[in-house]
């Protein structure tokens, strides 16, 4: 049993997984192979989860690395980035490229309570099959909300991460129905830091050594420009880009050829910086 199962309990744990599938149903079920340019696997998770994964190999003679994509909340899981072409950019810029369904979506089976912990069980599936390359993350809406909290467990294994459309607080996404009750009251109790339901700032004041960039929209309501501001103040060194009239997810949909400019430059630096660290 993890530190994080013993400090949760068995009847929050319990209580945990049957919110995952009691109140995400919404987006659980829809299930789609992998593209027939990505090779499928499936991972084992600590907790049991069985998670879907896809990776694809840049044709690059020299692979500089490998971007691992965190899906937003959508019942699409990984098939977000194919759909939307965003994994032939990092393809042709010379990385490998790995998505997957979190725990619940797709075809992945819910074994724990904690999305972080499906993060952390990919990237060490990641780190195994290339060792000696740099890994970054980017994780769009909810993916880069459970990344943040992965960063806190363990960022060890990464080079630089970027948040994309990520709101600071689970309060300010789930704003109608019974999830936005339910929201509240699990981000304000004792199962909030176990189960990833706090603000993500109580997870990245505490991650020194990364480089960590935050993309928001102008105009996404779900970040409203005085959370970015307590953001900044609370992580001194987030590198954060602000993208004119984008709602939410809009960033790489109408500013596409700036939003990859943002990502490469910043992986380059990212990687240039822990090249000069001695190991």
Same mark, same amino acid.
Not at 75 to 83: L, N
Not at 130 to 136: A, C, D, R
Not at 139 to 163: I, W
Not at 167 to 194: C, D, E, H, K, N
């Given at each position: ?65 490998? !971007? ?124 909030? !830091? ?33 959370? !970015? ?47 000069? !660290?001695?190991?």
């Amino acid at each position: 049993m993890s530190k994080n199962e013993q400090s949760t309990g068995w009847l929050g744990i319990a209580i945990s997984k049957l919110f995952i599938r009691v109140m995400f149903r919404q987006v659980q079920g829809w299930k789609r192979n992998v593209p027939n340019r990505a090779a499928g696997f499936v991972e084992i998770a600590r907790d049991g989860s069985r998670l879907e994964g896809a990776s694809l190999r840049t044709s690059a003679m020299r692979p500089r690395g490998v !971007v691992l994509l965190c899906h937003p909340f959508l019942k699409y899981g990984m098939h977000y980035f194919f759909e939307n072409n965003l994994d032939q950019a990092f393809l042709e810029q010379g990385y490998h490229v790995v998505a997957f369904n979190f725990k619940g979506f797709g075809r992945s089976t819910i074994g724990g309570h904690a999305f972080a912990d499906d993060v952390l069980a990919i990237a060490r599936r990641v780190s195994r099959d290339n060792p000696g390359l740099p890994i970054h993350l980017v994780g769009c809406s909810f993916g880069g909300y459970h990344l943040s909290h992965a960063l806190a467990r363990d960022a060890t294994p990464f080079t630089s991460a970027v948040l994309d459309s990520v709101p600071i607080s689970v309060r300010s996404y789930f704003t109608r129905g019974p999830l936005r009750l339910a929201m509240r009251w699990i981000s304000g109790s004792r199962l909030a !830091v176990p189960t990833g339901t706090c603000a993500i700032d109580h997870s990245l004041r505490g991650v020194r050594h990364l480089p960590i960039a935050y993309f928001y929209g102008r105009n996404d309501h779900f970040i409203p420009d005085a959370s !970015v501001t307590g953001l900044s103040q609370e992580c001194e060194a987030l590198h954060v880009v602000g993208f004119e009239g984008c709602r939410h997810l809009e960033n790489h949909k109408k500013h596409r050829d700036r939003y990859f400019e943002e990502i490469f430059d910043f992986f380059a630096r990212a990687e240039a910086r822990k090249t000069a !660290v001695p190991a």
